[in-house]
């Protein structure tokens, strides 16, 4: 009846890119490198999704070897993923998930990004949780080379 899922990204921080988190542009001098826009948080939240119900992870459904997800928008990504997991006879119950940068400070874009996630999945905004913490300057994550996202999702048979 349910199932859960964890899911991880990881990605670069360089200059001379944007900065997407959790489906919103962030300001800051530094942004994601990857693939796709490189939003860490929803491909964290993908991975859960896919975990759940074993159905591999965002690199098989979506390679970075396609040019079909070059500069993608992640938003298109998590619909999809949602769209794998609803054929499978699943809905979302709800998603708690934790971003480790060390800058820019994303409490300001909290609501907006839980309310684009929500809106995205046809969920509450209250059963979306996002969560930021630091590394206390350790680490690659500490010296800004890189962020990381986390996202736990729990799944329910409809």
């Excluded at 509450?124 to 969560?131: E, G, L, N, T």
Aim: proline share 3%; charged share 25%; net charge negative.
């Amino acid at each position: 009846m349910y199932r859960i899922g964890s899911g991880i990204d990881f990605h670069q921080l360089v200059t001379g890119r944007d900065l997407w988190l959790g489906g919103v542009k962030i300001p800051h001098e530094k942004g994601s490198l990857g693939h796709s826009d490189a939003d860490v948080l929803l491909h964290a939240i993908c991975d859960a999704m896919l975990g759940a119900l074993a159905l591999g992870d965002i690199g098989m459904h979506f390679p970075d070897t396609s040019s079909e997800f070059k500069d993608m928008d992640s938003k298109i990504l998590l619909r999809r993923t949602y769209d794998l997991i609803s054929q499978k006879g699943y809905k979302i119950v709800n998603i708690d998930s934790t971003v480790c940068l060390e800058a820019p400070k994303i409490k300001p874009y909290n609501s907006e990004m839980r309310q684009v996630i929500a809106s995205i999945l046809g969920i509450s905004v209250d059963d979306v949780s996002i969560k930021a913490t630091t590394t206390e300057k350790m680490g690659f994550v500490g010296r800004e080379e890189g962020l990381v996202a986390y996202a736990t999702v729990l799944l329910a048979k409809m």
